[in-house]
């Protein structure tokens, strides 16, 4: 997993910005919360996790029914919630196109955009800081 956190750190940031330029242009009240607590419940570009970890965990949650049991919301801020969403995406297609685990999850990983960014609002501020903090000023 985390040879995509650079990207989902990139792509935080840029929903941050985007998220910004908007309240500003609507003329609406910013402040850092504010704009995270937006950010961090909208949909990410992707999943930002690996094949091989994906096929682990959701497999996992599949062979144990996890995936068919769970009738809770996601609370989309854990990497277990994230696996849910996956292997609930997983678990369709390969009802409705008879597709193996392995092509079902490549597909999942490549096509689909994700619920949220699965951070909490905590997280989601120490980021947000510690990325304005690496900035190079030019």
């Known amino acids: 997993m985390g040879e995509y956190i650079e990207q989902r750190n990139r792509d935080f940031m840029a929903a941050y910005r985007r998220e910004m330029r908007a309240m500003f242009a609507k003329g ?10 937006r950010v961090v419940e909208q949909e990410a570009p992707g ?5 091989r970890y994906a096929r682990r965990a959701v497999g996992d949650l599949m062979e144990r029914g996890v995936i068919d049991r769970y009738d809770g919301g996601l609370r989309r801020h854990s990497r277990r919630d994230m696996m849910i969403e996956i ?10 196109r008879g597709m193996g685990l392995g092509q079902a999850l490549t597909d999942v990983l ?3 955009r994700a619920s949220s960014f699965f951070m909490t609002r905590a997280y989601a501020r120490q980021l947000f800081y510690r990325m304005g903090k690496n ?3 030019k």
Do not use: L, P
């Open 28 to 37: 609406e009240e910013m402040n850092v919360e504010r704009i995270i607590a």
């Open 47 to 51: 999943y930002y996790v690996s094949y």
């Open 87 to 96: 292997g609930r995406k997983c678990a369709e297609r390969m009802r409705e």
């Open 110 to 112: 490549v096509s689909e």
């Open 135 to 137: 900035r190079k000023i």
